[in-house]
T-cell receptor, first 117, second 111 residues
Framework: EPEVTQTPSHQVTQMGQEVILRCVPI?????FYWYRQILGQKVEFLVS????????KSEIFDDQFSVERPDGSNFTLKIRSTKLEDSAMYFC???????????????FGDGTRLSIL | GDSVTQMEGPVTLSEEAFLTINCTYT??????LFWYVQYPGEGLQLLLK?????DKGSNKGFEATYRKETTSFHLEKGSVQVSDSAVYFC??????????FGTGTSLTVIP
């Protein structure tokens, strides 16, 4: 079964540095998402992306964050200047199509654990 | 706003015991409801879903029924196995392409 893949599995970065998390969604999917899960807390929505632009974003997704689909397969999350509180597990997800989007389950990658020192 | 409230864990059960993990939701409109499972070191996997009132989602012996009158989507399994040990997340999709997750319930099944 096709799956969402994320790299790296673990990223360690100094505070203030830029970090790029990478995701390869399932190939025929059209909607892409990023979530984060701070250790011991709930999974939080960050942003959704469709047709090469942001569709929805949460309050967490401030100017430090950006997303990009640089080619036909990758979907990236960039954090411009990392803070200690950015340490979390970041999950990428995708869904097949827009029709009746509320009925579509999201397919998740295994996540990237980001540790900010 | 839309939200999901999930039973707090951790839950520890003996093998073959009956499992219930409670989930209630708050939403405008007609959301779809999901249960996801996260095994240690892995990502979120869809376990089951229900897209309208009175629908029952089922998979791998797990079941959950979408109850609009009680705004609930409780997860049940009649006989748990050690391999069911994981964290279970209730989630809601509101049709605006956002998912809202509960805090997760950790389940440990002991032989």
């Amino acid at each position: 079964e096709p799956e969402v893949t994320q790299t790296p599995s673990h990223q360690v970065t100094q505070m203030g540095q830029e970090v790029i998390l990478r995701c390869v969604p399932i190939s025929n999917h059209l909607y892409f998402y990023w979530y984060r899960q701070i250790l011991g807390q709930k999974v939080e929505f960050l942003v959704s992306f469709y047709n090469n632009e942001i569709s929805e974003k949460s309050e967490i997704f401030d100017d430090q964050f950006s997303v990009e689909r640089p080619d036909g397969s990758n979907f990236t999350l960039k954090i411009r200047s990392t803070k200690l509180e950015d340490s979390a597990m970041y999950f990428c997800a995708s869904t097949p199509d827009r029709g009746r989007v509320s009925n579509q389950p999201q397919h998740f990658g295994d996540g990237t654990r980001l540790s900010i020192l | 706003g839309d939200s999901v409230t999930q039973m707090e864990g951790p839950v520890t059960l003996s093998e073959e015991a009956f499992l219930t993990i409670n989930c209630t939701y708050t939403a405008t409109g007609y959301p779809s409801l999901f249960w996801y499972v996260q095994y240690p070191g892995e990502g979120l996997q869809l376990l089951l879903k229900a897209t309208k009132a009175d629908d029952k989602g089922s998979n791998k012996g797990f079941e959950a029924t979408y109850r609009k009158e009680t705004t609930s989507f409780h997860l049940e399994k009649g006989s748990v196995q050690v391999s069911d040990s994981a964290v279970y997340f209730c989630a809601l999709s509101n049709g605006r392409n956002q998912f809202y997750f509960g805090t997760g319930t950790s389940l440990t099944v002991i032989p």
